[in-house]
């Protein structure tokens, strides 16, 4: 990740850490008071979607916090209510749901890449307002993001997952043919935003030429679109253990022997202390 | 996390990238060749289950990849053959599914906390080989870690659990009812391990005291098992794109603000620079 | 069934026959090009709504046609999107779904047991037209029935649930506190004509005073609203088998023993002739 | 139907009646008991199996009684767990599952018409008594009919299909194939048998060549097999309604014509009468 931020690591943590704190906070709100939300995550082909998800996933329960990231539809699920598939996974209450891209697909790759027809974009386009304004209607908190960044970054990215065996996953057959397509894909955007982006459920654009920037501006703006999430944290009971702490013992089968450390880690003692 | 490893954050680091590099080679066997890989994570409560699936979580493809953590059963489920639930999330070719915890709550936390009858956890403990050994039989790869830590390590952890809000979330109603049944649990386990540790599924207990060095451990553990995985990266065309790159550029809305870096920080050129 | 109609079985079977007919061709029709098609069944207590899906689902493969009828939602449902459990069980191309009872809960039931506030019923009425509205936009065929029937023929058919055993299952507990509030049932119904019938998806109140009656109408009307469903049978090529056509024969188990007739039945030569 | 039976109609419908009697107090045991029930319905094409489904769901409460007729699994399901599919279907407390087909498949089309290999059957006849040992161990009832008929019974009833322009839906592709295969289909029959044929769940083979009897004897050998069903009917208050009972009245719209009955009909008084 380094060489794609004016941060370092170091930095970084040190800049997320109150956020996450603030996060933490309000996903226990939405867990108390019973909430329901919904953040889609949008954009260009590795832009940081994933990673932006990733940031609030590590922060939250994943019972709590589903990530919905819908493979291609089958055959059957071709045929179906262009939503259906997706309305599945909305959230029950104290839930969040990210989707890591959503619905929007119809308005962005698939127009893009010609997997739709204009009549289905248009009565996408259409159809979206109004669904969108029944989940809003019924009390779901809608947030919808779009990642942007400039085509010589998205470049650099994409070489970045050719050649890096580990980020080779990332790199799709579709985001391969993608890459000429970058003038299609903001025409394809801008039509988007022109139907979609409503009063009950605007849409926010970040930059995300520097990710971890990104990130944290993509993060800072949620809180401070969900005010007021402060609750105290209840008090819990805390007797003393009686007696000594018993140690692990063994009798069927024995733990596997440690991996071997660099020999001068191997000796210092291990001293938990989280103070 | 710190507190709780002989190793700091970047000693692990360096430690852990060689097996993650490891670990994307083997995910691409997995996917290339259609395997199905089962990962069980069971252990202590705090012993470090959640951490060592996000070990793995971080360097898979999520669509490959999927971490099942069911909650309880609801009043249907309860009545359900009690495999049914875990069966549901079996992986198809070419996947990875990580249980955080398993269909083994049976023989753990619902026969220490009295949630079953005894008859129920004998029935367990007499089919699960072989309902395991079904799995394996059709081909399934199975791998059952069991995490270990001592009672005063567990103490401890919980304590941060209960002091520190954003780990909070982690710290249950059963986890408090649970911390005085260690010994309980040792003994559970040793029943477990008596009945199920078989051949064709044995368990693999690993000793997370010290976290870090644990997740290392158990990583190791499962490369060295899987062996064979190597594969090489498929060649990609990759022709230069034609004309100069785009910037984004907008008409409907524009993005949000940049979060604000300290002045030393802000004034950086963000040069974009993988090597 | 008799006591309830002017036509005795016969009368009715030989009625329903030519439409059972078209019933089945309109189907094949469904199948062939691919249309998605919904039903909803809707109206009083006893007035028929299982009785008239059993006529459809007679007719037709239930690999083709499906009848939802969903239970009452459990707890997690409650808190989801209204409309979403339903939603789940719309049809895939070539497919007919039945709904026994629908999403028009909300507006008759809920409303009249108060198991839902005004609220809810007024954002359902406002919400429901524009949700029907996409389905029939996005092509799905879509009619909704209401079946009525007087008071007085209301009772006696609950009274016929309690006195007789095998019918007693339909007796549920909302039903009996029920049977008081068949003016408010009107009422509500009335609400939800004035809210839902629309030009896109109206409705069809159907009388069925007289059940088998009140079913031929409602398939009659049916029929004649899916019109030009007529699809030549394809040919088949239907070789003669080789060779004598074989018996049964057992070596592991034989079959158990006929259920035993009356004498003067069981001496009759059994005659396979369907002509 | 006629044509197929040494019983008329009504001699059927006389003798099916007091069996149906039984079979709804069963269903209410069921109920009441909270067992779970498992009817598995195998055999030769055309035997009768979706007659015999008929004649248990006409009887029970479809939200008790589920019918499940998996279709062909999806590219997906093929390489999951073979049980997982029909697993996901078993039933709760208080319901009765009735398979339309079953993983018997694996042991009869699938292995005459090739599209599994020696080997996936022959793991299969070795996997299916310890799944259904699970099942039975766990206290589901199963049971499992598998209806037979003479090759020239099923020719003639597979030219009725092709004729009947209603029937023409039940013959499939895989029936028209599957014509030539009597014999094979026999010998994967015995082998099955003899590999599944055991103590906690033994086959039931029933003769099909009269239709109408063998649903009568499969329907008198279950009755007979789960005794002990009788529960009284509970007593349910019952007070007179006050007032005049009330009339259907219409602002919104109208019912629709009622279909046109032959004029000698029509005339008939209307008597609601179920004594």
């Known amino acids: 990740m380094s060489g794609d931020s004016k941060l370092d690591k170091g930095e970084y943590a040190d800049l997320l850490k109150p956020l996450a704190r603030e996060l933490s906070a309000l996903a226990r709100w ?18 940081g979607k994933g990673g932006s998800i990733d940031m609030f996933a590590r922060v939250l329960n994943p019972r709590q916090c589903r990530v919905v990231a819908l493979p ?11 939503f259906q598939r997706y309305i ?10 990210l989707f890591d891209r959503s619905w929007y697909n119809r308005a962005g790759v698939e127009k893009v890449m010609g997997y739709c027809t204009d009549d289905q974009v248009k009565a996408f386009l259409k159809a979206t307002p109004e669904f969108e304004r029944h989940l809003v209607d019924d009390g779901i908190l809608l947030f919808k993001y779009w990642l942007c960044c400039d ?21 799709s057959p579709i985001d391969i043919k993608a890459r000429t397509k970058y003038d299609e894909y903001t025409k394809a955007r801008e039509k988007m935003l022109a139907a979609t982006h409503t009063d009950f459920a605007p849409w926010t654009l970040v930059d995300f030429n520097d990710q971890q920037v990104g990130r944290l501006t993509l993060l800072r703006d ?8 402060d609750l105290p944290l209840p008090d819990i009971d805390w007797p003393e253990l009686k ?4 140690k692990e013992h063994f009798k069927v089968i024995d733990p596997i022997p440690k991996f071997r450390l660099p020999k001068e880690i191997e000796k210092r003692d291990l001293i938990h202390n989280w103070d």
């Open 222 to 229: 949620f809180l401070d679109r969900v005010p007021d999430t």
């Open 243 to 246: 007696g000594k702490p018993a």
């Open 30 to 47: 939405v867990s108390e008071t019973r909430q329901r939300v919904v953040l889609v995550f949008e954009g260009r082909d590795t832009a």
């Open 72 to 82: 291609s539809p089958n055959e059957r699920e071709r045929t179906e209510w262009y």
């Open 151 to 171: 085509q010589k970054v998205q470049e650099m990215r994409f070489e970045n997952r050719l050649h890096n065996p580990m980020k080779r996953w990332k790199l």
């Open 88 to 97: 599945e996974h909305l959230p029950a209450a104290g839930e969040m749901v």
